[in-house]
């Protein structure tokens, strides 16, 4: 038998043996959650990382060589124009469908409000499968402005809408009692209350601009994500790929940093609960009827051609477009994908939302920003990197299902951990405690309050993640195993032939899978509103 080594300790009651304190010195279970952060978040940042390296081992001239060139220079135009034209825009139009379904005494605003988020159930690719299809001369910036604006204004659209049903309706009366016309009591008084709704949804819409692939392709206007795609497939270059993911991260970076210098730090929040009745609608008199059929007109571009789009290939193709022999294969391997990456996403973001949530501290929010940060680099960023390293110091990793679910798993982690977050921020931590003194272990007290708790926030983030993997291009293209086909990588082999019929069932189940999404966040964005 081993021997204890102890340490004699006297008093005045005599001398006893105790073990020597070294021995005592088990990791308590926040330093292991807190190690299991520490090693998520450096996973996390591996694409960063591996861009960077790639840099630094091309050398500064090679580096200068391949970013200060011709074609980098019309990439960075096309981006540059494209973010310029669309946020403002689409921030426009998000702010006038926010006023006139909340605010307005716009006929069936319910119903407007629920058809001005239904767009997010189209991906963004359909938009230009939709019109490139009706009209095949519609490519360019402007009909990449027109469709990015349709497609990505319901990301704005949604926390605008929330934040003005939060509003406190007495500052606004205060404002007219003053004199003021009404919209200098919306310039004034509303839209600076907006900012921080504004600020968040451009950074969420310029983030999808500089990642959106399949619609750029569609409409041939090259963009830094379209020109790795393509570069990776035509001939792999390594480097080159990396010196154009790197500018694209340059890119992400300045969005992240303009949106908190115009976020700023002001404080908005108010003291009080506020006016608990709901603001007066103004009544809209004889511009209801150009207002109707404004309504209209957007949901006839942003549902209609879509919809009209897959109806008549559907049509087209007859009953010979439903192959189910593909069809199958396609929609399980979407499935399998998306449950595995979802879950994974999930359990990686487990430990950095306990500890935002029960033990933060300043190491532990640097460490979750990171996470943020790296989450909004574009999906392209990720698979290159992670193509790259299976292919140059990871053979086997190379086209398995392991390394295309670890990209999902850093793609998305941000989504899943925002939504666990808030479920165990609903948990409190006494009731834990209450549970330890009823005798369960600290393990059993937190499987048996906490988890249930925050179920309905995991299951949430499970739900995001696995219908955002659903519509993913770009990463499966690039690290897919071969012979795994998704839906989407099935829609695009068929669009690419211009067999527009024989695409068109991959696009309305992914359609139909998206419209849960769609509804859960319509839902959620009410409910948060106190509506």
Known sequence: MTAIPVVAVGDEDGVYARPMPWLRLRPSPRLLVAGAALLVSLLMLLPLGFVAGMGVQAGWQTVLVLVVRPRVGELLVNVVALVVLTLPLATALALALAWLTERSDIPGARLWSALAVAPLAVPAFLHGYAWVSLFPSFHGLGAAVLLSVIAYAPFLYLPIAAMLRRLDPGLEDSAG????????????????????????????????????????????????????????????????????????????????????????????????????????????????????????????????????????????????????????????????????????????????????????????????ASNYVVGALPGVVTALALVTLAVTALRPLYQTTFTIVLAYALMFLPRTMLSLRAGLAQAPVELEHAAASLGRSPLRAVWAVTARLAAPGAAAGLAMVALGITNELTATQMLAPIGTETLATRFWSYTGELDYASAAPYALIMVLLSIPMTWLLYVHSKRTAGR
Do not use: K
């Open 177 to 368: 009692s003053l004199g003021l016309p009404p919209w200098r009591v919306f310039t004034r008084v509303v839209l600076p209350q907006l900012r921080l709704a504004i600020c968040g949804g451009a950074l969420l819409v310029g983030l999808h601009l500089l990642a959106e692939y399949g619609l750029y392709g569609m409409l041939r206007f090259d963009t830094f994500t379209t020109a790795i795609l393509d570069q990776y497939q035509s001939a792999f270059n390594g480097v080159a790929a990396n010196m154009l993911a790197a500018v694209l991260v340059l890119l992400s970076l300045t969005l992240l940093g303009g949106e908190a210098l115009l976020r700023g730090t002001a404080r908005y929040a108010r003291l009080g609960g506020g006016a608990p009745r709901p603001a007066t609608r103004t009544p809209l008199g004889r511009l209801t009827h150009p207002c109707l059929a404004a309504l209209v007109l957007l949901q006839v571009a942003a549902l209609g051609v879509p919809g009209v789009t897959i109806l008549r290939w559907l049509v087209a193709g007859g009953g010979a477009v439903w192959q189910a022999a593909e069809i199958g294969p396609a929609l399980a391997s979407t499935a399998e994908l998306a449950i595995l990456g979802a879950v994974t996403a999930t359990l990686l973001s487990v430990p950095m939302a306990w500890l935002s949530v029960r033990a933060p501290s300043r190491l532990q929010r640097v460490l979750e």
